[in-house]
């Protein structure tokens, strides 16, 4: 993994704990972001109890946490370290027991077959280099199960863009990576609009110059309209171009 990737979410980390404290334990919890996490963890089986489930870039281990919730066995990797204090704090919050690990996804020390599913949610869109990602995509076959199944949850864009630390990738960049290892594409879909975003972006920008505080009422207020009208949104969205998809893989 490039080294300022690393330093970026660790960066990320120290940020959210410093300006938002406690409350960026629940951060995550407004009304979008639950959303857009119930749609790509329904794709998972609705019976996750004693699955083995590797949440390959973790962050605060929001979606590690409501994974646990659902009885799986579930692990929580990231290659920051101040994001998976973070994680921690919110497991022991909800008085689970979450295994969290500071991993790179290229060198995962995991025995072969060992998981049953393997969760990525803008992750791989972090990875710069080709090579690199191809290795992470190997690293992953490696430890699922031969019928085990691959999420990745990532924004896309045709074409392709780039910023200092992300890629936005073609869909077909992903699933050719995939299928030179070893895995099967079953379904994919664009779930989301940039409606939230194209709406929330002038909001934090005027947040950053009058130094709102977080999770403010007028902020709450507004988020709750913005998921509305996205919803509204999703459903009529039939540009494929641009926007946040999934892929949905098996093991051949």
Not at 131 to 160: A, C, H, T, W
Request: net charge positive.
């Amino acid at each position: 993994m490039d080294k300022k990737i690393i330093e970026f979410w660790n960066k990320r980390g120290l940020h959210t704990k410093k300006y938002n404290g406690n409350e960026f334990y629940t951060a995550t919890e407004i009304p979008f972001y639950i959303y857009r996490r119930n749609r790509i963890l329904k794709l998972l089986d609705d019976n996750l109890k004693g699955k083995k489930i590797l949440d390959l870039g973790c962050a605060n281990g929001i979606n590690t946490v409501y994974l646990k919730k659902k009885d799986a066995e579930v692990v929580g990797v990231d290659i920051s370290e101040n994001l998976l204090e973070l994680a921690r704090k919110n497991a022991f919050r909800e008085n689970l027991d979450i295994p969290f690990y500071k991993i790179d996804g290229e060198n995962l020390p995991f025995e072969d077959k060992s998981f049953d599913i393997v969760l990525t949610m803008f992750v791989l869109q972090h990875d710069l280099d080709v090579k690199s990602l191809n290795r992470l995509y190997k690293e992953i076959s490696r430890v699922l199960d031969d019928n085990g199944k691959m999420i990745n949850f990532e924004r896309i864009s045709i074409p392709s863009t780039k910023g200092p630390t992300w890629v936005i990738r073609e869909p077909g960049e992903y699933i050719k990576l995939s299928e030179k290892n070893d895995f099967k594409l079953v379904d994919h879909s664009i779930l989301s609009s940039r409606f939230w975003d194209d709406m929330m972006f002038p909001y934090y920008i005027l947040k950053k110059r009058l130094a709102l505080s977080d999770n403010n009422k007028f902020e709450i207020s507004y988020s709750k309209l913005a998921v509305i009208l996205t919803k509204h949104f999703d459903k009529v969205w039939k540009n494929n171009k641009f926007g946040t998809g999934y892929y949905l893989f098996c093991k051949k």
